[in-house]
T-cell receptor, first 115, second 116 residues
Framework: QQPVQSPQAVILREGEDAVINCSSS?????VHWYRQKHGEAPVFLMI?????EQKGHEKISASFNEKKQQSSLYLTASQLSYSGTYFC????????????????FGKGTKLTVNP | DGGITQSPKYLFRKEGQNVTLSCEQN?????MYWYRQDPGQGLRLIYY???????QKGDIAEGYSVSREKKESFPLTVTSAQKNPTAFYLC???????????????FGPGTRLTVL
């Protein structure tokens, strides 16, 4: 049930781009993306719902391909502040239909942006 | 200011003792969640509650217990039955949707529990 995130870690220089993927073996209703700095709480970035809508937040955007049961997070022109661990949280359609609203999180992708 | 508070930030306990972690929210959220985070494991759901006086087990509920007597509060007890309790514990809350879009989970600052 746990989604698989790739890559596990990535190191960038400031200004470079990165893509983080999140794949599930189950049909998904929604995908939530969070960023966590070391020792802090995860911070919400965006939600993507069924329908394949791409969303954006400044230079961070994401897509959701429900047929492929996967989502991708795109970070463009990375900044030092983008460093942290990125988690996807997936909501499975079968659980949603049963009235549950729980998320299952991937193991995270550690992003390091160097000057 | 609205938000989620967890206390204490750091907690040390001796092996075999039960310990209760506090989680309070003043966001008027219906749903509350407890997660455990270990290095390299991501966030794993322990228990969640979608309404007062009701809660469901998550993926790793063994050795833990919860209560939801008030909308604002969702304390987690780590019992002596939990074999490896040392971890970072995160509480979250969200509005409970009624079939529409899924709402965001907001996280508290976390409690780092160390069992000696």
């Amino acid at each position: 049930q746990q989604p698989v995130q790739s890559p596990q870690a990535v190191i960038l220089r400031e200004g470079e781009d990165a893509v983080i993927n999140c794949s599930s073996s189950k049909a998904l209703y929604s995908v939530h993306w969070y960023r966590q700095k070391h020792g802090e709480a995860p911070v919400f970035l965006m939600i993507l719902l069924k329908g394949g809508e791409q969303k954006g937040h400044e230079k961070i955007s994401a897509s959701f391909n429900e047929k492929k049961q996967q989502s991708s997070l795109y970070l463009t022109a990375s900044q030092l502040s983008y460093s942290g661990t990125y988690f996807c949280g997936t909501e499975m359609s079968e659980l949603r239909e049963g009235g549950s609203e729980k998320l299952v999180f991937g193991k995270g992708t550690k992003l390091t942006v160097n000057p | 200011d609205g938000g989620i508070t967890q206390s204490p930030k750091y907690l040390f306990r001796k092996e075999g003792q039960n310990v209760t972690l506090s989680c309070e929210q003043n966001l008027n959220h219906d749903a509350m969640y407890w997660y455990r985070q270990d290095p390299g494991q991501g966030l794993r759901l322990i228990y969640y509650s979608q309404i007062v006086n009701d809660f469901q087990k998550g993926d790793i509920a063994e050795g833990y217990s919860v209560s939801r007597e008030k909308k604002e509060s969702f304390p987690l007890t780590v019992t002596s039955a939990q074999k490896n309790p040392t971890a970072f514990y995160l509480c979250a809350s969200s509005y409970r949707t009624s079939g529409g879009s899924t709402d965001t989970q907001y996280f508290g600052p976390g409690t780092r529990l160390t069992v000696l």
